[in-house]
């Protein structure tokens, strides 16, 4: 059994990652932390979990032992997490971290978007934890970072438009991405403009051409085609509690069919169990992918116009987050890839 820490816990993604390990017949938790909830146990903070984690009580963030874990999942919030990463990783733990602090490549890309760096040598050592771009990489790594719920949907929908050394079928220059993400990407604190009252009915855009995952949309891009990649993103909040979907409009450089790229799809992503290209006709419904590790895809040419729009879904605490974290685990263990990840998505 492999012994594994959530260094915060209480969180939606921490609370992901409980749901989804509790099934994992080669996982252990051992160590759960929260501030807030210091001395709970797991059961009376989240009631659907009780009875899986009997005796497993939250605790504080420095009120264990490196020693009581051999893998650490980190679900702390941007910037909070940095020094005691690499901690762990001085103290040759592996490592899974959920949040931004480890995914930009750039020490000067992650200043102008996030601050000032306290790990910045660590920056060049985590790989980015992408599995279906970057596994083999994944395979070989004590740390990884897990990439976030837009530049996953995002990166999901385009690199088999964009590989490296392959036909120049669209003009990189042309990507707007139409993303609209649930409000559980905003995180689980108490803020006005995620309360119920300020979202329900209510549907808007938000950190228009400014929002922190461009870069990193643009960072993933960049290295699966081998060229500087630049998009224009525009992220939307939806009056749901989670899921992603993606509208993904290029300009494409020769006449193709749906039909065509659908095969270029299927065949780019033919050895993936997560990725669902969907039939000519079929588009994404965030309904389809939720609480799962899916992403779904579905593409349709606009002839008049020359343009190929690519529509993709994810959950955003999924296959953006915990889900994906869970898979990260189990290529750099050895696990079955889809272990703790089985279950069929939710269907309400």
Not at 61 to 71: I, R
Not at 136 to 144: M, P, R, S, W, Y
Not at 260 to 275: A, G, H, T, V
Request: proline share 5%.
């Amino acid at each position: 059994m492999l012994k594994v820490a959530i260094i915060g816990g209480s969180g939606y993604t921490g609370m992901e990652l409980l749901r989804l390990l509790s099934g994992h017949k080669s996982v252990k938790v051992t160590v759960a932390t929260s501030r807030q909830y210091r001395g709970k146990s797991v059961g009376e903070v989240f009631p659907s979990l009780k009875g899986y984690f009997d005796g497993l009580v939250f605790t504080g963030p420095g009120e264990f032992s490196k020693k009581d874990a051999e893998l650490f999942f980190s679900a702390l919030p941007h910037g909070e997490g940095m020094e005691f990463v690499s901690q762990l990783i001085s103290a040759g733990k592996r490592v899974v971290d959920l949040s931004a602090d480890f995914r930009l490549k750039s020490i000067k890309t992650y200043k102008e978007w996030y601050g000032e760096h306290k790990a910045p040598a660590l920056l060049k050592h985590a790989v980015y934890g992408l599995p279906e771009l970057f596994r083999d990489e994944i395979k070989k790594a004590d740390f990884v970072a897990n990439p976030g719920c837009y530049p996953t949907g995002a990166a999901l929908g385009l690199a088999p438009l964009l590989k490296k050394g392959g036909k120049p079928l669209i003009d990189p220059a042309s990507i707007i991405i139409d993303a609209k993400s649930g409000v559980s990407g905003a995180g689980r604190g108490a803020a006005l403009d995620t309360s119920f009252v300020e979202v329900s009915e209510g549907f808007k855009a938000y950190k228009v051409a400014s929002h922190r995952h461009a870069p990193e949309i643009e960072q993933t891009l960049s290295i699966v085609s081998g060229k500087k990649i630049s998009v224009t993103f525009t992220p939307h909040l939806l009056p749901v509690s989670r899921g992603i979907l993606s509208t993904i409009y290029i300009g494409l450089k020769k006449g193709l069919s749906t039909v065509e790229i659908l095969d270029l799809y299927r065949s780019f992503y033919k050895d993936e169990q997560f990725i669902r290209v969907l039939p000519e006709g079929t588009f994404p419904n965030i309904l389809n992918v939720r609480g799962s590790n899916y992403c779904d895809i579905g593409l349709k040419v606009d002839e008049k116009n020359k343009r190929l729009i690519v529509i993709s879904a994810i959950d955003n605490l999924m296959k953006g987050a915990s889900g994906q974290a869970v898979q990260n685990m189990n290529i750099m263990t050895g696990f079955s890839e889809a272990e703790g990840l089985k279950a069929a998505p939710l269907c309400v």
